[in-house]
């Protein structure tokens, strides 16, 4: 579909637009992907059970307003059950720069890479792509992005 979704599994109430293909060749399992222990992310299982993939790197872009204090979390699962040698290593840079060095995913289990500060470019170049010994290309399932902002003011009267 070419709407935005909320699920009402997702425990944040995010709203999770599709991709429309941009980004590479379209993955779908209709089994379950495993959470983490922690289920701290919130993952609605059928943004998991969606992903794309690529013979080459998934490059996503995007600008923001100076001084916008930026988290990007990147979530992975492996949708295809490798028979034999077969391995997918991911990679991340950002803006050309080695962001992640190495993952290696598990069949149907969620995997998330998040910043751990905020970033303020005004420009990101987040490019996925897989090691030299790798036999499969990159995948990703979903990417959010949020700008974390200073709280102004009171939310309540301060008399209550």
Do not use: C
């Not at 995010?14 to 983490?36: A, F, Q």
């Not at 222990?37 to 995007?62: C, D, E, L, N």
């Not at 040698?85 to 995997?111: E, F, H, M």
């Amino acid at each position: 579909s070419t709407m935005a979704h909320r699920f009402p599994a997702d425990p944040y109430d995010r709203i999770w637009t599709p991709d429309h293909n941009l980004y590479g060749t379209p993955l779908i399992t209709n089994l379950e992907v495993k959470e983490d222990s922690t289920k701290r992310f919130g993952r609605p299982t059928a943004i998991m059970q969606t992903a794309v993939t690529s013979p080459g790197p998934i490059t996503i872009k995007w600008n923001t307003k100076p001084s916008a204090r930026i988290y990007a979390f990147f979530h992975f699962a492996e949708l295809i059950d490798y028979k034999g040698n077969q391995t997918r290593n991911l990679t991340i840079t950002k803006n050309g720069q080695p962001w992640l060095d190495s993952l290696v995913l598990r069949y149907l289990a969620s995997n998330t890479v998040y910043s751990t500060s905020p970033d303020t470019l005004v420009s990101y170049s987040f490019s996925i792509n897989v090691t030299q010994t790798s036999t499969r290309g990159p995948i990703i399932n979903a990417l959010e992005v949020y700008e974390a902002r200073d709280v102004t003011g009171s939310a309540t009267n301060e008399q209550d």
